[in-house]
């Protein structure tokens, strides 16, 4: 049986959302919503979290998730890279001989993921014997169809212009990426500096479920979709 580790990543500041990581959501901080998910998955042998916040720290003891070390705090700034941070939790882990098989990521931002969703994405990570995998939703917008920039006069131009597109059914097919889970290989992402150097495939899921909170629109949006 292989060793799968669940890694919780949570940082103390956020620009969307002051404190985030720790708002109530349904009478709950956020981040309690996926220690919870996480401990119902029993293919997990340990869950540990990433983080500078002593706030963060006490939640997660309460929750009995366990704090093997604090995150430094040049991994915990707003440009901080996220593949830095898995790095970082990797190598200590195997310091203290508890280095994984399988590295899956879960970030705080997506309450409404469900448990057959982070198994399902272990299980396809195993079967297309990739170095990751990334989870997946239908996007709001195509940037082959309908995403502007603007050029240096202000005027408005397609993101990708390589080929004139003048129906939405022309433009190539196209994913956003959601916060789902990550599931990697733990030497790969060691060896590598970026998360799609080498084979990454992707699970496909719901835009309700896939919900990533990011500002207080998402927040609100969130919430009305909680209770439905």
């Not at 409404?112 to 299980?123: A, C, T």
């Not at 990697?184 to 699970?203: E, M, Q, R, T």
């Amino acid at each position: 049986m292989k060793n799968i580790i669940c890694l919780i990543c949570a940082r103390e500041g956020s620009i969307g959302i002051k404190n985030k990581n720790t708002i109530l959501f349904h009478k709950k901080p956020l981040i309690e919503w996926t220690f919870k998910i996480a401990k119902k998955i029993k293919k997990f042998k340990k869950i540990y979290i990433s983080t500078d916040s002593k706030k963060i720290i006490k939640i997660a003891k309460k929750n009995k998730i366990e704090v093997p070390f604090v995150r430094p705090k040049h991994l915990a700034k707003s440009n901080s890279k996220e593949i830095e941070v898995w790095r970082h939790a990797l190598k200590y882990l195997k310091k203290i001989d508890q280095y994984p098989d399988i590295l899956v990521v879960m970030s705080v931002t997506s309450p409404l993921r469900k448990k057959k969703q982070i198994i399902y994405s272990i299980n396809k990570f195993i079967k297309d014997k990739v170095d990751a995998l990334i989870t997946v939703k239908e996007p709001q917008n195509n940037p082959y169809f309908n995403m502007v920039k603007l050029n240096k006069r202000g005027f408005a131009k397609i993101v990708i212009d390589k080929k004139k597109i003048y129906r939405r059914q022309q433009a190539p097919k196209v994913y956003s990426m959601s916060t789902i889970c990550y599931v990697a290989d733990p030497n790969y992402i060691l060896k590598s500096k970026n998360l799609f150097d080498g084979k990454v495939s992707v699970a496909k899921f719901d835009k309700t479920s896939s919900i990533d909170i990011d500002d207080n629109f998402d927040l609100k949006i969130a919430k009305m979709l909680f209770n439905k």
